[in-house]
């Protein structure tokens, strides 16, 4: 699974059940990213995505559960670490800023590896970053499996 989230310098998700920000630029990188992928999201994100009309947006509360090995997850408001085992990817943006949170990305993204790390500007941040993490090391229980095994 590969998962897409937007932090702030400090790793902040929500204040107060809200999303610190959006940005129309993002969601174009986003959908771009995809090709012919499928894009799973829970209705609080849809609304980001409501101009899209993109097929390849699928809605559910439970979609990381029902998210498939190579589909992309949008999360904002929801932990990740229950999940990690089924991660592959993690495709962060960066707003470059300091917001107000009291959610907080709770994947340590520590023995991941950076595979790729780009700045664009968006609509309403001047600089966006975009850093694709790849797993470096075995999710705990994993241990000396193969990822055929995995």
């Known amino acids: 699974m590969h998962i ?3 932090l702030d310098d400090d790793n902040g ?3 107060h059940d809200r999303r610190q ?4 630029k993002l969601r174009a990188d986003v959908l771009e990213r995809l090709g012919e992928r499928m894009l799973w999201m829970n209705a609080y994100s849809a609304r980001q995505f409501a101009d899209a009309e993109d097929a390849r947006i699928h809605i ?3 979609f990381l559960e029902e998210a498939g090995k190579d589909d992309f ?3 904002e408001n929801q932990p990740l670490l229950p999940y990690e085992a089924q991660i ?3 495709i962060c943006y960066r707003w470059n800023r300091r917001y107000p949170s009291d959610v907080k990305l709770d994947l340590p993204l520590k023995g991941w590896n950076v ?3 780009t700045e ?4 309403s941040h001047e600089k966006i970053t975009r850093t694709v993490y790849r797993r470096n090391v075995p999710v705990r229980g994993q241990e000396g499996q193969t990822d055929g095994q995995r």
């Open 88 to 90: 592959q990817e993690v």
């Open 60 to 62: 559910s509360d439970s």
């Open 4 to 6: 897409i989230i937007c």
């Open 115 to 117: 595979m790729e790390e």
């Open 21 to 24: 920000s959006q940005d129309v």
């Open 13 to 15: 998700m929500l204040f």
């Open 120 to 123: 664009f500007a968006g609509k």
């Open 73 to 75: 997850c949008f999360v």
